[in-house]
Protein backbone atom coordinates (compact mmCIF):
# COMPACT_ATOMS: atom_id res chain seq x y z
CA UNK A 1 0.00 0.00 0.00
CA UNK A 2 1.37 3.14 -0.96
CA UNK A 3 -0.86 5.19 1.10
CA UNK A 4 -1.69 8.62 0.08
CA UNK A 5 0.55 9.92 -3.24
CA UNK A 6 1.63 13.51 -4.15
CA UNK A 7 2.46 14.72 -7.30
CA UNK A 8 4.88 16.85 -7.81
CA UNK A 9 6.66 17.03 -4.65
CA UNK A 10 8.15 21.16 -5.78
CA UNK A 11 7.35 23.24 -7.85
CA UNK A 12 8.21 26.75 -8.73
CA UNK A 13 5.43 29.37 -10.87
CA UNK A 14 5.97 32.42 -12.21
CA UNK A 15 3.18 34.52 -11.04
CA UNK A 16 -0.02 34.29 -13.65
CA UNK A 17 0.75 30.29 -14.85
CA UNK A 18 -1.71 27.58 -13.55
CA UNK A 19 -1.03 24.20 -12.47
CA UNK A 20 -2.81 21.02 -11.02
CA UNK A 21 -1.72 19.40 -8.08
CA UNK A 22 -2.39 15.13 -8.24
CA UNK A 23 -3.27 12.92 -5.57
CA UNK A 24 -4.01 10.22 -4.98
CA UNK A 25 -5.28 6.97 -2.26
CA UNK A 26 -5.17 3.43 -3.10
CA UNK A 27 -6.97 3.04 0.91
CA UNK A 28 -10.96 2.76 -0.84
CA UNK A 29 -11.16 5.99 1.48
CA UNK A 30 -14.29 7.74 0.26
CA UNK A 31 -13.69 11.44 2.08
CA UNK A 32 -10.74 13.47 0.56
CA UNK A 33 -9.00 16.54 2.09
CA UNK A 34 -6.63 19.69 0.31
CA UNK A 35 -4.94 21.79 2.57
CA UNK A 36 -2.13 24.39 3.16
CA UNK A 37 0.13 24.59 5.59
CA UNK A 38 1.78 28.18 6.38
CA UNK A 39 4.31 28.71 9.41
CA UNK A 40 2.84 30.08 12.34
CA UNK A 41 -1.12 29.39 10.41
CA UNK A 42 -1.56 25.27 11.08
CA UNK A 43 -3.20 23.47 8.15
CA UNK A 44 -5.92 25.24 6.32
CA UNK A 45 -8.73 23.32 5.08
CA UNK A 46 -8.97 24.49 1.41
CA UNK A 47 -11.51 22.12 -0.04
CA UNK A 48 -12.72 18.57 0.63
CA UNK A 49 -14.88 16.03 -0.99
CA UNK A 50 -16.91 13.89 1.23
CA UNK A 51 -17.45 11.33 -1.39
CA UNK A 52 -17.09 10.80 -5.20
CA UNK A 53 -18.86 13.49 -6.67
CA UNK A 54 -19.13 15.63 -4.42
CA UNK A 55 -16.83 18.68 -3.40
CA UNK A 56 -16.94 21.65 -0.87
CA UNK A 57 -15.39 24.48 0.02
CA UNK A 58 -12.90 24.70 3.13
CA UNK A 59 -11.22 27.53 5.13
CA UNK A 60 -9.51 29.22 2.14
CA UNK A 61 -10.76 28.08 -1.09
CA UNK A 62 -10.35 31.45 -3.40
CA UNK A 63 -7.95 30.96 -6.04
CA UNK A 64 -8.37 27.21 -5.95
CA UNK A 65 -10.54 24.75 -8.37
CA UNK A 66 -10.66 21.05 -7.23
CA UNK A 67 -11.84 18.06 -9.35
CA UNK A 68 -12.59 14.45 -7.53
CA UNK A 69 -11.81 12.33 -10.36
CA UNK A 70 -12.49 8.90 -8.97
CA UNK A 71 -12.93 7.69 -5.71
CA UNK A 72 -9.09 7.37 -5.64
CA UNK A 73 -8.47 10.94 -7.50
CA UNK A 74 -8.76 14.03 -6.27
CA UNK A 75 -6.52 17.45 -7.44
CA UNK A 76 -6.02 20.55 -6.87
CA UNK A 77 -6.29 23.23 -9.84
CA UNK A 78 -4.13 27.15 -9.45
CA UNK A 79 -5.72 28.93 -12.29
CA UNK A 80 -3.11 32.09 -11.93
CA UNK A 81 -0.84 31.34 -9.38
CA UNK A 82 0.05 34.01 -6.81
CA UNK A 83 2.96 35.12 -5.07
CA UNK A 84 0.14 34.41 -1.59
CA UNK A 85 -0.37 30.59 -2.94
CA UNK A 86 3.25 29.94 -1.90
CA UNK A 87 2.94 26.67 0.99
CA UNK A 88 3.37 23.55 1.69
CA UNK A 89 0.09 21.51 0.35
CA UNK A 90 -1.25 18.39 1.59
CA UNK A 91 -3.71 15.83 0.91
CA UNK A 92 -5.55 13.46 2.87
CA UNK A 93 -7.54 10.98 3.12
CA UNK A 94 -9.98 8.86 5.42
CA UNK A 95 -13.04 6.54 5.76
CA UNK A 96 -14.44 9.05 8.25
CA UNK A 97 -13.25 12.31 9.33
CA UNK A 98 -11.75 10.90 12.45
CA UNK A 99 -8.23 9.54 11.15
CA UNK A 100 -7.25 11.30 8.13
CA UNK A 101 -4.00 9.79 6.38
CA UNK A 102 -1.55 12.38 4.90
CA UNK A 103 0.31 12.49 1.73
CA UNK A 104 4.17 13.79 1.99
CA UNK A 105 3.02 17.31 0.42
CA UNK A 106 4.26 19.28 -2.41
CA UNK A 107 5.92 22.95 -2.37
CA UNK A 108 4.93 25.33 -4.18
CA UNK A 109 6.73 28.58 -4.81
CA UNK A 110 5.52 31.69 -7.09
CA UNK A 111 7.46 33.91 -7.91
CA UNK B 1 -17.82 26.71 15.45
CA UNK B 2 -15.08 24.59 16.44
CA UNK B 3 -11.77 25.80 17.03
CA UNK B 4 -8.08 24.87 19.30
CA UNK B 5 -6.33 27.06 20.92
CA UNK B 6 -2.48 25.67 21.73
CA UNK B 7 -0.45 27.36 24.04
CA UNK B 8 2.99 28.07 22.79
CA UNK B 9 3.98 27.70 19.23
CA UNK B 10 7.38 26.58 20.80
CA UNK B 11 8.16 24.16 23.58
CA UNK B 12 12.02 23.07 24.97
CA UNK B 13 12.84 19.87 26.80
CA UNK B 14 15.90 18.15 27.97
CA UNK B 15 16.38 14.75 27.27
CA UNK B 16 14.26 12.74 29.64
CA UNK B 17 12.06 15.22 31.10
CA UNK B 18 8.48 15.18 31.10
CA UNK B 19 6.74 16.51 27.46
CA UNK B 20 3.16 18.25 28.14
CA UNK B 21 1.66 20.14 25.36
CA UNK B 22 -1.77 22.25 25.55
CA UNK B 23 -4.59 22.29 23.41
CA UNK B 24 -7.59 23.54 24.84
CA UNK B 25 -10.88 23.36 22.67
CA UNK B 26 -14.05 25.37 22.02
CA UNK B 27 -17.27 23.09 20.80
CA UNK B 28 -20.89 24.08 21.58
CA UNK B 29 -21.55 20.15 21.03
CA UNK B 30 -19.36 16.85 22.16
CA UNK B 31 -16.02 16.91 20.81
CA UNK B 32 -14.11 14.36 19.26
CA UNK B 33 -10.10 15.83 19.51
CA UNK B 34 -6.82 14.33 18.11
CA UNK B 35 -3.38 14.58 18.20
CA UNK B 36 -1.50 14.75 15.26
CA UNK B 37 2.36 14.57 14.48
CA UNK B 38 4.62 15.69 11.71
CA UNK B 39 7.80 15.09 11.17
CA UNK B 40 10.34 17.28 9.10
CA UNK B 41 9.02 17.03 5.77
CA UNK B 42 6.65 14.78 5.73
CA UNK B 43 2.73 14.80 6.47
CA UNK B 44 0.75 14.90 9.65
CA UNK B 45 0.04 11.15 11.28
CA UNK B 46 -2.44 10.62 13.82
CA UNK B 47 -0.88 10.30 17.38
CA UNK B 48 -4.26 9.95 19.56
CA UNK B 49 -7.83 10.41 19.43
CA UNK B 50 -10.76 11.05 21.72
CA UNK B 51 -13.81 10.18 20.34
CA UNK B 52 -16.16 9.79 23.91
CA UNK B 53 -14.92 6.60 25.40
CA UNK B 54 -12.64 6.47 28.10
CA UNK B 55 -11.23 10.45 28.90
CA UNK B 56 -7.52 9.03 29.04
CA UNK B 57 -6.44 7.99 25.60
CA UNK B 58 -2.97 6.37 24.79
CA UNK B 59 -1.15 6.69 21.76
CA UNK B 60 1.85 5.64 19.99
CA UNK B 61 5.57 6.61 21.06
CA UNK B 62 4.21 6.64 24.72
CA UNK B 63 2.19 9.56 24.16
CA UNK B 64 -1.11 10.01 26.20
CA UNK B 65 -3.50 13.04 26.54
CA UNK B 66 -6.35 13.49 28.92
CA UNK B 67 -10.05 15.02 28.05
CA UNK B 68 -11.29 17.35 31.04
CA UNK B 69 -14.60 18.59 30.16
CA UNK B 70 -14.74 20.98 32.88
CA UNK B 71 -11.29 22.74 31.44
CA UNK B 72 -11.95 21.97 27.85
CA UNK B 73 -8.71 21.15 27.88
CA UNK B 74 -6.83 17.46 25.78
CA UNK B 75 -3.55 18.38 26.92
CA UNK B 76 -0.31 15.96 25.60
CA UNK B 77 1.64 14.12 27.87
CA UNK B 78 4.75 11.73 27.70
CA UNK B 79 6.44 11.03 30.87
CA UNK B 80 10.00 10.99 29.51
CA UNK B 81 11.40 12.86 25.81
CA UNK B 82 13.75 11.66 23.32
CA UNK B 83 15.15 12.81 21.00
CA UNK B 84 13.73 10.97 18.26
CA UNK B 85 10.24 13.41 19.74
CA UNK B 86 11.37 16.70 18.21
CA UNK B 87 8.86 17.44 15.42
CA UNK B 88 5.73 19.91 15.46
CA UNK B 89 2.25 18.70 17.30
CA UNK B 90 -1.12 19.63 16.25
CA UNK B 91 -4.15 19.56 17.92
CA UNK B 92 -7.43 19.34 15.82
CA UNK B 93 -11.26 19.09 16.76
CA UNK B 94 -14.20 17.55 15.18
CA UNK B 95 -17.79 16.50 16.33
CA UNK B 96 -19.71 13.34 15.50
CA UNK B 97 -20.91 13.27 12.15
CA UNK B 98 -18.86 16.18 10.64
CA UNK B 99 -17.06 15.63 7.91
CA UNK B 100 -13.94 17.68 8.00
CA UNK B 101 -11.24 18.54 11.24
CA UNK B 102 -10.10 21.86 12.48
CA UNK B 103 -6.54 22.47 13.28
CA UNK B 104 -4.45 24.03 15.73
CA UNK B 105 -2.14 26.08 14.85
CA UNK B 106 0.70 23.93 15.91
CA UNK B 107 3.26 23.68 18.57
CA UNK B 108 7.14 22.44 17.48
CA UNK B 109 9.03 20.21 20.24
CA UNK B 110 12.40 21.05 20.66
CA UNK B 111 14.28 18.00 22.78
CA UNK B 112 17.68 18.95 23.69
CA UNK B 113 20.64 16.27 25.13
Redesign the interface.
Known sequence: NAGVTQTPKFQVLKTGQSMTLQCAQDMNHNSMYWYRQDPGMGLRLIYYSASEGTTDKGEVPNGYNVSRLNKREFSLRLESAAPSQTSVYFCASSEDSYEQYFGPGTRLTVT | AQSVTQLG?HVSVSEGALVLLRCNYSSSVPP?L?WYVQYP??????LL?Y?SAATLVKGINGFEAEFKKSETSFHLTKPSAHMSDAAEY?CAV?KRG????T????TMLLVSP
Open positions: SYFNQGLQLKTFTYSTLFGKG
